[in-house]
Nanobody, 124 residues
Framework: QVQLVESGGGLVQAGGSLRLSCAASARTFSSYAMGWFRQAPGKEREFVAT????????VYADSVKGRFTVSRDNAKNTVYLQMNSLKPEDTAVYYC?????????????????WGQGTQVTVSS
């Protein structure tokens, strides 16, 4: 069982930055690929970014490519999402997720564990 706790959300003006963190309870955190997803009001949860177990490979949704960066620190059991040049359309609850494989995925159904989410609100 893996418990995930996100933090770092908040209210920011358009053009600003936030860094989200996701702390994992797993003793074998480095065995898990991680993903970030988001869900805006009235919309389905969507893929944002994923990172492999080692951090050596990342994939991003087109909507955030060039603005967001996913990274991880396996020594701290934590994955991060650095969000720059934020836009009002980035407003959503952001979730981290873990899957017990080395490779990441953009599919929600491929993840076994989810955090409770953290709210990000971008004002115009």
């Amino acid at each position: 069982q893996v418990q995930l706790v996100e933090s770092g959300g908040g209210l920011v003006q358009a053009g600003g930055s936030l860094r989200l963190s996701c702390a994992a309870s797993a003793r074998t955190f480095s065995s898990y690929a991680m993903g970030w997803f988001r869900q805006a009001p009235g919309k389905e949860r969507e893929f944002v970014a994923t990172i492999t177990w080692s951090g050596g490979s990342t994939v991003y949704a087109d909507s955030v490519k060039g603005r967001f960066t996913v990274s991880r620190d396996n020594a701290k059991n934590t994955v991060y999402l650095q969000m720059n040049s934020l836009k009002p359309e980035d407003t959503a609850v952001y979730y981290c997720a873990a899957r017990p494989t080395r490779s990441g995925s953009s599919s929600l159904s491929h993840y076994d564990y989810w955090g409770q989410g953290t709210q990000v609100t971008v004002s115009s």
